[in-house]
Structure formats: structure tokens, C-alpha cells
């Protein structure tokens, strides 16, 4: 059983940065992918950007060059960095990772306040 553990969260002003970390409780080397999601008030969970195994990401249409998404194997972490924070990144951020056997894990959850 695989443990995602978020952090990062918290309130910032429009325009603002923050990073969100996601720690895995094994090698992240053995996820088909990684990613982070995201639950607004406007929307159903929505895909914020996932890596592959391989190392390929991809991003959701509202990032726009916003947000970079990372992630150090020594450490066993997946970096999201968010700049240009907008009031509608307001939410709560998921991350999620797809083992090579398709089982699918999900971690509790950081809230992202973007507020003056």
C-alpha cells in the first residue's frame, strides 16, 4: 500500500507563488505516472499535471505557463511550483500516482487559498 503525503498549501495574494510537495512512501520510480489534481469550487476534479515514468509532462489547458511540475527521485517527491496565483487556483490539491499494475493511490489533500 502506497502513502501520498501533501504539503505546501496555505493562503496567498493574487499573484503570489507557493510549491506543493508531494511525498511518496516508497520509490516513485515504480508509479506509471504522478500527477496533481485539483478541486475548486467551479469545478469537478480537474487534472492540474502529470509525469510519466518517463518523464514526460503534461499540463491543464488554465496553467498557462504558470506552474511547474518537478520531481526529485533521490527524495522520492513530486514538486509542483505555482506563480501567478489567481483567485481561481483556490482549492483543494490532490496529488496521484498510478502504479506499472494500475492501482491508483490518492493523498489527503492541501488546501491553496489565493486571497487579498
Known amino acids: 500500500q502506497e502513502q501520498l503525503t501533501e504539503s505546501g498549501g496555505g493562503l496567498v495574494q493574487p499573484g503570489g507563488s507557493l510549491k506543493l510537495s508531494c511525498a511518496a512512501s516508497?520509490?516513485?520510480?515504480?508509479?506509471?505516472?504522478m500527477g496533481w489534481y485539483r478541486q475548486t469550487p467551479a469545478k469537478e476534479r480537474e487534472l492540474v499535471a502529470i509525469?510519466?515514468?518517463?518523464?514526460?509532462?503534461d499540463y491543464g489547458d488554465f496553467v498557462k505557463g504558470r506552474f511547474t511540475l518537478s520531481r526529485d527521485i533521490d527524495k522520492n517527491t513530486l514538486d509542483l511550483e505555482m506563480n501567478s496565483l489567481e483567485p481561481e487556483d483556490t482549492g483543494v490539491y490532490y496529488c496521484?500516482?498510478?502504479?506499472?499494475?494500475?492501482?491508483?493511490?490518492w493523498g489527503q489533500g492541501t488546501q491553496v487559498t489565493v486571497s487579498s
Open positions: 509525469m510519466t515514468f518517463a518523464g514526460a509532462i
Open positions: 516508497g520509490n516513485i520510480l515504480k508509479f506509471a505516472t
Open positions: 496521484h500516482a498510478v502504479t506499472l499494475t494500475i492501482s491508483k493511490y
